[in-house]
């Protein structure tokens, strides 16, 4: 199993609609991330969270909302999803020794 | 505000050319990372580069630190086609939650 697993892999749905993106780890990492890519920016942080109690907005929240349900789960949701919002979204863990890893990504398509 | 900026945004290059990829950051940070991408799929670490002076090499990769200069390269020796890929850089800061910040990207295509 993959240490950090995002699910669904893709995913189309309509504007206007509510979804969710999910992502759990098995490496016991306190912190997690959430970040967007879109092509020619790079990837850009949502938002991260050091534990269940400890939420941040990162630099692009504004339509996004996200809950930590457990140390190893972190949530990403879209409450209204619009066309711009289409994008390649990755979660990820960090661990001060051992670095950042990355989850295989989530391919939304909002039409 | 830590802004990141990398070039060149693309390159093609032929087999067995050098060539180098350069990593601009505004304010001082805590580490320095080196990413690869390959396309649709997820980001793969190459280098984290902790101080000044700090050079790491992997095959023909080779990234080096100037946190003087606020600069890193990525330095690529007798390119193959398998390095066609994306390349990030991303600085960490520990105090902003030690999150990244992520350059452009740089997308490298090398041609036989």
């Known amino acids: 199993d993959a240490d950090v697993t995002q699910t669904p892999r893709n995913r189309i749905t309509k504007t206007g609609k509510r979804i969710m993106l999910e992502c759990s780890q098995t490496?016991?990492?306190?912190?997690m991330y959430w970040y967007r890519q879109d092509p020619g920016l790079g990837l850009r942080l949502i938002y991260y969270?050091?534990?269940?109690?400890?939420?941040n907005k990162g630099e692009i929240s504004d339509g996004y909302s996200v809950s930590r349900q457990a140390q190893a789960k972190f949530s990403l949701s879209l409450e209204s999803a619009i066309p711009n919002q289409t994008a390649l979204y990755f979660c990820?863990?960090?661990?001060?020794?051992?670095?950042?890893?990355f989850g295989s990504g989530t391919r939304l398509t909002v039409v | 505000e830590l802004k990141v900026e990398q070039n060149p945004l693309f390159l093609s290059m032929q087999e067995g050319k050098n060539y180098t990829i350069y990593c601009n950051y505004s304010?001082?940070?805590?580490?320095l990372y080196w990413y690869r991408q390959d396309p649709g799929k997820s980001l793969e670490s190459l280098f984290v580069?902790?101080?000044?002076?700090a050079v790491k090499q992997e095959g023909r990769l080779m990234a080096s630190l100037d946190t003087k200069a606020r600069l890193s390269t990525l330095h690529i020796t007798a390119a193959v086609h398998d390095l066609s890929a994306t390349y990030f850089c991303?600085?960490?800061?520990?105090?902003?939650?030690?999150?990244?910040?992520f350059g452009e990207g740089t997308q490298l295509t090398v041609n036989p």
């Open positions: 580069l902790l101080s000044n002076g």
């Open positions: 304010t001082t940070s805590d580490r």
């Open positions: 990820a863990t960090m661990d001060r020794d051992y670095g950042y890893t």
């Open positions: 991303a600085v960490e800061k520990e105090t902003s939650g030690s999150r990244l910040t």
């Open positions: 969270s050091f534990d269940v109690k400890d939420i």
């Open positions: 490496k016991g990492h306190d912190r």
